[in-house]
């Protein structure tokens, strides 16, 4: 099978195998404030992470690019709907057209549809700096994501199956590109102590990628003759793995994608101890489905909604609202616990 009909298998069986909410993000409850003392009109959802200057906490993931023409227009529509709404937006992985030069335009369409915005290059970890400084160059992009993605590719029947050096790659990475590297999973989470060995290689900002969302096991199971059955509940959800990577990450900014589908779960999310939130199958089948406009509409009724909850919080900015006291209970508090992680800070803090 080309490369080209993998990245259309990959956007089919997302849409195809879309996953019910995540429950582990009920484990984390915001505590209700009767004297909130908010304006709506204060609240400001703006920030600066890992040197990007963000206008919303809200992103486009990585999903496409490389596919011929059906990427060529998802990448458009998104970078339109990016530009609109003045999110940020990741590209699917480049090695395609690093590989092949008659694919760059499937990506670099998103820099002709969104010339001012914040748009971030994406690559696998086998990539060298080489590699990097093409693919950031190919969408003159302010930042490089390097996924990783062991157990998909472990699943995938054409995978690799060697990940030794990652690590070294990463870090020759991060000191070879002009522009800040976020290392992200792709839906089955880091542990906090994948997340310190990659503050240690250099990357700037870490995207924890955890489960309940799009199940790349899933996804590649259904492309196999035998499946790997245990590999579609493995991972750290979500919740979990930004608690998880906030108790090491010293001020280095987190970020939280997987499975994300709601305003509140943003907001939890952020509580929690990400600064930013990435979604990608739920901008994907919103998109797809029901079209640019509903994307755009989507987006701006997120906005709205978490301006919302700040304002019941009490909190005027992002930075305020990881200050918000939220009670950790059930699967999560049992696995902080095991871990030796205290979550009693995140029940007694206040913004005030
Ligand atoms: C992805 N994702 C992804 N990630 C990445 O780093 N490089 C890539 O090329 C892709 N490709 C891709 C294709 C499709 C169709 C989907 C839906 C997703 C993973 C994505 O960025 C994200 O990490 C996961 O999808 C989990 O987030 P959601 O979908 O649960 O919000």
Not at 270 to 296: H, K, N, R
Request: hydrophobic share 40%.
């Amino acid at each position: 099978m080309s490369r080209s009909e993998r990245k259309w298998d990959h956007i089919r069986f997302a849409l195809e195998n879309r996953q019910n909410r995540s429950t582990v993000f009920d484990d984390i409850q915001f505590i209700h404030q009767s004297l909130p003392n908010s304006n709506v009109s204060d609240v400001r959802l703006n920030g600066s992470i890992g040197g990007l200057s963000l206008s919303s906490p809200i992103f486009i993931n990585a999903m496409t690019g490389g596919g011929g023409e059906k990427t060529y227009q998802i990448n458009q529509q998104l970078a339109i709907a990016a530009a609109q709404t003045g999110v940020a937006m990741a590209v699917g992985s480049q090695m395609s057209a690093i590989k092949d030069k008659h694919e760059r335009y499937t990506y670099e369409v998103v820099r002709k549809e969104n010339p001012d915005g914040i748009i971030i290059a994406n690559l696998g970890s086998e990539a060298n700096s080489e590699n990097a400084k093409l693919a950031i160059d190919m969408i003159e992009a302010n930042a490089l994501q390097i996924h990783l993605n062991v157990i998909q590719e472990l699943t995938m029947p054409e995978g690799d199956r060697n990940f030794t050096s990652s690590l070294n790659r990463i870090e020759e990475i991060c000191s070879h590109v002009n522009v800040p590297v976020i290392v992200k999973e792709v839906g089955f989470g880091m542990s906090r102590e994948t997340v310190e060995a990659l503050f240690s290689a250099g990357a700037a900002i870490v995207d924890v990628g955890g489960s309940g969302g799009t199940n790349f096991a899933e996804i590649e199971n259904k492309r196999r003759n035998q499946s790997l059955p245990f590999f579609n509940n493995w991972g750290i959800p979500t919740p979990i793995s930004i608690l998880e990577g906030s108790s090491v990450s010293k001020g280095i900014p987190i970020i939280g994608s997987g499975g994300f589908s709601s305003s509140i779960d943003i907001a939890k999310g952020l509580a929690i101890g990400a600064s930013a939130i990435g979604l990608a199958g739920l901008f994907l089948q919103t998109l797809v489905e029901e079209g640019l406009d509903a994307l755009i509409q989507k987006i701006n009724t997120l906005h709205m909604e978490l301006t919302m909850i700040m304002t019941a919080l009490g909190a005027k900015s992002i930075a305020e609202l990881k200050k918000a006291p939220v009670i950790i209970s059930g699967e999560t508090y049992h696995w902080l616990t095991q871990r030796g992680i205290d979550t009693k800070p995140y029940s007694q803090r206040t913004i005030k």
